[in-house]
């Protein structure tokens, strides 16, 4: 039987397709359909629409908390996308993240992909936290636009 967070994941991907890539939602009214609590919603959003896997969020809040989801479609400039999304530090999993939604879209091969990997690990800049991240960041954006 599948969890609560991937029924939900499910309904999110159901309505995504429905709308071409765009879904508002009213957190209350999906939990209620779905019988759960509107938190459980806010979670599998959080955690699952996120930018670094090519989605934007807008939240409203009052009136049942609306929310707009829309995926960014990878022939719409994803790589101006990726490079708003990254900000001013990067953690690794986020990177390897980002990185392998590159390589899905084929804006990368495999090849590169291994490389931004291999050069964003921890191991590989040898710095402590926040720096580390900061020039983890700065790397990562270089290596995007040098790509295009």
Do not use: W
């Amino acid at each position: 039987m599948a969890s609560m967070t991937d029924v939900i994941e499910n309904m999110l991907m159901e309505l995504l397709a429905e709308g071409g890539g765009m879904a508002q939602i009213q957190r209350n009214t999906l939990a209620s359909r779905l019988n759960c609590v509107p938190s459980q919603i806010n979670y599998v959003i959080q955690t699952r629409f996120t930018p670094e896997r090519g989605y934007l969020i807008e939240s409203r809040r009052g009136g049942g908390g609306g929310v707009k989801i829309v995926r960014v479609a990878p022939e719409s400039n994803y790589l101006m996308h990726v490079l708003n999304s990254v900000g001013g530090e990067l953690d690794f999993d986020t990177a390897r993240i980002f990185t392998q939604n590159l390589l899905d879209y084929e804006f990368i091969t495999p090849r590169e992909a291994k490389l931004i990997v291999g050069t964003l690990r921890d191991s590989a800049l040898p710095l402590q936290s926040p720096e580390r991240n900061q020039l983890r960041a700065n790397i990562f954006k270089n290596m995007l636009l040098a790509l295009q």
